[in-house]
C-alpha cells in the first residue's frame, strides 16, 4: 500500500521562500510528482523525482531522498498567484503503476 | 495541444439516482484515469484504462460504479445508485506512459464534474 503525508495548512508572505515537505511509504516507489492544483481547477503538473536530488525549475524546485521516503517542493520569490493546494504523488510499480495522491497542503500567500 | 475534456461540469442528484460522467482524453495517450477527489483531500483512484482495457479497478466499488473505454478514446464513469458520500469532483486524467513504460508520463487532469447527492 501507499502512504502518504505532507501538512494540511501552510502560510508565507509575498516574495519570500516556502518549503512543504511530503513523507512517503511505498512498496514499489517509482517516482514522484508535485502538482498545483487552485481552488476549483484541476490539478496541474509541476515536477517529477525518480532520483535523489533537486530538480530546478524556475521558482519552482523539488528534492527527493528515496532512502528517507521524503520530498519537498520548494518555491521563490512567492506571488499571490502560487495561493493553491500542493499535491505530492506517489507511483507504485506494483501492480499497475498508479499514481496515488497525498491530502494536499494549502498554500496561503499573504501580501 | 487540446487538453482534456470532461461533462458535465457540475451535476446534482438526488440520492438514489443514477449518473454519468464523460471524458475525452488528450489525442494519443494511451492512458486514462478516473480519480474521485471529496473536498478537502487530494484525488482517489478508482480506474485506469490503457486503451480499452481496464489495468487496475481495485479501488472502485463495483456494486454501484461502473466505467467503461469503448474504442479506446471516451471513456464514461456511472454511478448507479447514488449516495450522499458519493458528492465529489471526479477528475477524469490522461497520460502518454502505458503500464511498462515512460513511467515519468505525467498526468493531465480535466477540469473534472463537481457532483452534489441530495
Known amino acids: 500500500g501507499q502512504n502518504i503525508d505532507q501538512p494540511t495548512e501552510m502560510t508565507a508572505t509575498e516574495g519570500a521562500i516556502v518549503q512543504i515537505n511530503c513523507t512517503y511509504q511505498t512498496s514499489g516507489f517509482n517516482g514522484l510528482f508535485w502538482y498545483q492544483q487552485h481552488a476549483g481547477e484541476a490539478p496541474t503538473f509541476l515536477s517529477y523525482n525518480v532520483l535523489d536530488g533537486l530538480e530546478e525549475k524556475g521558482r519552482f524546485s523539488s528534492f527527493l531522498s528515496r532512502s528517507k521516503g521524503y520530498s519537498y517542493l520548494l518555491l521563490k520569490e512567492l506571488q499571490m498567484k502560487d495561493s493553491a493546494s500542493y499535491l505530492c504523488a506517489v507511483r507504485d510499480k506494483t501492480g499497475a503503476n498508479n499514481l496515488f495522491f497525498g491530502t494536499g497542503t494549502r498554500l496561503t500567500v499573504i501580501p | 495541444e487540446a487538453g482534456v475534456a470532461q461533462s458535465p461540469r457540475y451535476k446534482i442528484i438526488e440520492k438514489r439516482q443514477s449518473v454519468a460522467f464523460w471524458c475525452n482524453p488528450i489525442?494519443?495517450?494511451?492512458?486514462l484515469y478516473w480519480y474521485q477527489q471529496i473536498l478537502g483531500q487530494g484525488p482517489k483512484l478508482l480506474i485506469q484504462f490503457q486503451n480499452n482495457g481496464v489495468v487496475d479497478d481495485s479501488q472502485l466499488p463495483k456494486d454501484r460504479f461502473s466505467a467503461e473505454r469503448l474504442k479506446g478514446v471516451d471513456s464514461t464513469l456511472k454511478i448507479q445508485p447514488a449516495k450522499l458520500e458519493d458528492s465529489a469532483v471526479y477528475l477524469c486524467a490522461s497520460s502518454l506512459g502505458s503500464r511498462t513504460s515512460s513511467y515519468n508520463s505525467p498526468l493531465h487532469f480535466g477540469n473534472g464534474t463537481r457532483l452534489t447527492v441530495t
Open positions: 489525442s494519443g495517450h494511451a492512458t
